[in-house]
């Protein structure tokens, strides 16, 4: 499945990645990419850093039923699967920024946005021959370096 940007940026300031078809939360990554949204690359990687070692917690704005408070902030949770893929994202973009001479340090996170994927068909096995669905579903990632 070819993946289209949904935006047109300027190629002489800008970096971009994407990340086709990750096994992840959809709402989960919907939420991380609202709050590394703005960042630069630095902040936005102890970010995500944080989370996947359960030191930093995601705000959960959107999807927050039955979600706790956790100290000092809003609901939130630590999707340390998701943070992990993000960080993999975030790694390329600021590659792509290198290798086309751009300063990837001064740079910040100008579009980033989650779509949903590819849904793998599966079935779980019941009692008395019977079968429930259990399908996986992907998020793509796309992500947009912009120059200070």
């Known amino acids: 499945m070819k993946l289209n940007y949904s935006i047109k940026p300027d190629p002489e300031k800008t970096s971009k990645a994407i990340g086709k078809e990750l096994h992840i939360s959809r709402k989960h990554a919907h939420e991380i990419s609202s709050a590394i949204r703005g960042m630069t ?3 936005a990687r102890g ?19 039955n979600v706790p408070h956790k100290r000092g902030m809003c ?9 992990r893929e993000f960080l993999r994202v975030l790694q390329n973009a600021e590659n792509n920024a290198r290798y ?6 001064n740079m910040r996170i100008s579009h980033i946005t989650t779509n949903k994927g590819h849904t793998f068909r599966g079935a779980f096995p019941r009692a008395q021959g019977r079968a ?3 399908n996986h579903e992907t998020v793509s990632i ?3 370096l912009e120059g200070q």
Do not use: C, H, N
Request: proline residues 7%; without cysteine; aromatic residues 10%.
């Open 100 to 105: 086309k001479g751009l300063d990837s340090e």
């Open 75 to 83: 609901a939130g949770r630590y999707p340390q699967k998701a943070a």
């Open 41 to 43: 690359v630095d902040t």
């Open 132 to 134: 429930t669905p259990k």
């Open 142 to 144: 796309e992500m947009i």
């Open 47 to 65: 970010f995500l850093g944080g989370v996947a070692v359960l030191k930093q917690a995601v705000p959960y704005k959107r999807y927050r039923r």
